[in-house]
Structures are given as C-alpha cells and as structure tokens.
C-alpha cells in the first residue's frame, strides 16, 4: 500500500462543535451512506438537523441509518425534484449539505433522463428556491471524482482536464457548476468538495449501485467469495466519519465560498491490495480474480487517486481513520446490523 502524502500538521482540524451548536442544517439524502453519517456527527455537536430523502429503493436511503437517532432529528421524505417541498424546508435553514443524487454509473447510462433529472435539473431547481427563500444559506454539494474521466496523469488535482466517461459524470459536472455559478453570480455561498470511494457503516450493500466495496463487505461477512475485476486499478478510499468532518470543516470556513476541491483518503491501494485488506480484517475469506466485465470497461477511469493538497491546506483536514480500520469498523458493524441492509 502507497503510504499516503505527508501533512505538516500534528493535530488534524476537527469541525468546531461551538458552531454547529444550534446551527440550523437540511442534509439531502439525508436517509443515504453519507447523509446519515453526517447526521450523526452533526446531531453530536448539537446541530438542528432536518433531514430530507425521497426513499426511491434504488437509491440508497435507508431508515435504519438513523434508527438510533431519530429523535435528535426531523425526518421529511421528500424528492429533489419537486421545488415546491424544498421551499418550505430552506427558508429557516442556515447550511444546507447537498447529498442527494442518483449515483449508479450503469443507471445513468441504462436510464440517462432521470440522471439528468437528478443529478442536473433538479440541482438547478434547489438553488433557484434557495436564491428566493433562503439567500442566507451555505450549501456545501456532494460532487464526485468521476467527472475527470480517464486520468492524464496521478494523483490528479484540481486544474485536471474534466473529461467525464459517462451520463453520470457528466450531469454531475453540470450540477457542480450551478452551484459555483450561482456563488459567483448570485452570492449564494456554495463549496464543491469532489469525493472519492466512500467507505463504512451504513454504505449500500445489497448491490453495487454505489460501491463494490459494498458488495465485498457483504460476501466477506456472510463468508462467501466475492469477485475482483481487473486487479491492478489503484484507488483512494474515504472513511465516511473522515467524509464527514470534511464537510462540516467545509461549511465552516469562508474561504471555501465558491471553491471546488478534491477529497483523499488514507493512501493508495490496487484492488487486489484492497481485498487482501479486507480478508485480514475480516480474520478469513477469499476472493477471485475476473476480467473486468464488457460493460463496466467501457466507462472504468482505470487508476484513480486524488492530489487534496489544496484542502488540507485550505481547512487543515486530514483523515483519520487508517483504511484497515476503517474496514474492519465497517465489517463490525454489518455483522451486527446485516439484516437491515438486505
């Protein structure tokens, strides 16, 4: 495993519970992996939190993300889509943490009309009704590393040519500059952070719509093989606490306003390194090795890992949690949980 880039500081910078204390926030997809993460943290540092998901199965929101908190929050299903929901839930609110998204990259190619819906059309939509009702807000928005395409070179930064590889990417791409558009234009303050593999508790894994991480976590915990494609492809993978810090750190800090930035991991691994992680966390199992299916070839980026450099300097985030740490904590937590995410 790649050791991950060097960091000057001793004492990573961890969000500021004085500030979110109190501090009203809308989390969308707040039922999601990242959503309910986030909430979590938030609801700890006493923030009041409304969270909004629309429950679509395909997805990835799941009540069982917050069944532990749900009376530390509100909880309103709604969808993107419909700006008149949104109006009432963003006048009041003072952060607003853009999750929501349609993330499968096959659907986006299998059914590109409700990706553009979601991940474009929808997003311009929610900043309109937040230009008119609620100019007060922050918005930090969920973007994804997927909009670079095939790297030109590693690890990749943010002046890399976007060259996105499927609908998916693209509409994101889109989605990302609306928000930059209307800080610029507008003075609606909104940051970009660009995420890579997400990884933990409470990650889909009933399928790969948003990580085959997923997919491994659960074969290795219900002890059957699972399949790696390809093999030698590097990547960079996020625990999803660490996920969150970053966002809050980013919706703290003004000089985020109208900036978009990469987010990292704990190193770099191939995935065949990866999966060798996870069967020593999970003290057994095995895997195989396959060629990488016709239709995924088609759209994989090939190696990816990103260069944060101009985060952690801009916020002083790094992440915290090793990677071997962060898959057993997420193996742990299935084995416990696993039912509930079948």
Same mark, same amino acid.
């Given at each position: 495993?790649?050791?991950?880039?060097?960091?000057? $500081?001793?004492?990573?910078?961890?969000?500021?519970?004085?500030?979110?204390?109190?501090?009203?926030?809308?989390?969308?997809?707040?039922?999601?992996?990242?959503?309910?993460?986030?909430?979590?943290?938030?609801?700890?540092?006493?923030? /009041?939190?409304? *969270?909004?998901?629309?429950?679509?199965?395909?997805?990835?929101?799941?009540?069982?993300?917050?069944?532990?908190?749900?009376?530390? +929050?509100?909880?309103?299903?709604?969808?993107?889509?419909?700006?008149?929901?949104?109006?009432?839930?963003?006048?009041?609110?003072? +952060?607003?943490?853009?999750?929501?998204? =349609?993330?499968?990259?096959?659907?986006?190619?299998?059914?590109?009309?409700?990706?553009?819906?979601?991940?474009?059309?929808?997003?311009?939509?929610? &900043?309109?009704?937040?230009?008119?009702?609620?100019? =007060?807000?922050?918005?930090?928005?969920?973007?994804?590393?997927?909009?670079?395409?095939?790297?030109?070179?590693?690890?990749?930064?943010?002046?890399? &040519?976007?060259?996105?590889?499927?609908?998916?990417?693209?509409? @994101?791409?889109?989605?990302?500059?609306?928000?930059?558009?209307?800080?610029?234009?507008?003075?609606?303050?909104?940051?970009? &952070?660009?995420?890579?593999?997400?990884?933990?508790?409470?990650?889909?894994? @009933? /399928?790969? $719509? =948003?990580?085959?991480?997923?997919?491994?976590?659960?074969?290795? +915990?219900?002890?059957?093989?699972?399949?790696?494609?390809?093999?030698?492809? @590097?990547?960079?993978?996020?625990?999803?606490? /660490?996920?969150?810090?970053?966002?809050?750190?980013?919706?703290?800090?003004?000089?985020?306003?109208?900036?978009?930035?990469?987010?990292?991991?704990?190193?770099?691994?191939?995935?065949?390194?990866?999966?060798? *992680? &996870?069967?020593?966390?999970?003290?057994?199992?095995?895997?195989?090795?396959?060629?990488?299916?016709?239709?995924? @070839?088609?759209?994989?980026?090939? /190696?990816?890992?990103?260069?944060?450099?101009?985060?952690?300097?801009?916020?002083?985030?790094?992440?915290?949690?090793?990677?071997?740490?962060? *898959?057993?904590?997420?193996?742990?937590?299935?084995?416990?949980?696993?039912?509930?995410?079948?």
């Amino acid at each position: 495993m790649t050791p991950p880039p060097p960091d000057d $500081r001793t004492v990573p910078a961890r969000p500021d519970p004085a500030w979110w204390s109190g501090r009203r926030v809308l989390v969308t997809g707040g039922l999601g992996f990242i959503g309910s993460t986030l909430a979590h943290r938030l609801v700890e540092h006493g923030a /009041d939190v409304v *969270l909004v998901d629309s429950l679509v199965p395909e997805y990835g929101g799941n009540p069982a993300n917050v069944a532990d908190i749900t009376d530390r +929050v509100r909880i309103n299903i709604s969808d993107i889509r419909d700006p008149h929901s949104f109006r009432h839930l963003v006048q009041d609110r003072e +952060v607003i943490f853009n999750l929501a998204g =349609q993330t499968s990259h096959l659907d986006s190619m299998r059914d590109p009309f409700t990706d553009l819906e979601i991940n474009c059309t929808a997003q311009l939509r929610l &900043l309109e009704v937040c230009r008119a009702a609620a100019p =007060q807000v922050k918005i930090v928005y969920a973007s994804t590393r997927q909009i670079y395409g095939r790297p030109d070179y590693l690890p990749v930064d943010e002046r890399h &040519l976007l060259r996105p590889t499927d609908v998916n990417g693209i509409n @994101k791409m889109a989605g990302e500059w609306y928000h930059i558009l209307y800080n610029n234009v507008y003075g609606l303050r909104a940051c970009a &952070l660009r995420l890579t593999n997400t990884y933990g508790p409470r990650m889909r894994i @009933k /399928d790969a $719509r =948003q990580t085959f991480l997923g997919v491994w976590v659960r074969l290795a +915990v219900e002890g059957r093989p699972f399949e790696v494609w390809g093999g030698e492809q @590097k990547r960079d993978f996020t625990y999803g606490e /660490d996920c969150a810090d970053a966002l809050m750190l980013a919706a703290e800090r003004p000089e985020t306003d109208g900036r978009i930035f990469n987010l990292g991991g704990d190193g770099i691994v191939s995935l065949t390194e990866l999966a060798e *992680l &996870l069967i020593a966390a999970n003290g057994g199992g095995r895997f195989e090795v396959h060629e990488f299916p016709a239709e995924r @070839k088609r759209i994989d980026i090939g /190696d990816y890992y990103a260069d944060d450099a101009l985060f952690r300097e801009t916020v002083g985030w790094r992440p915290a949690t090793p990677l071997a740490a962060g *898959l057993a904590a997420t193996l742990a937590y299935y084995r416990e949980t696993l039912p509930r995410y079948l």
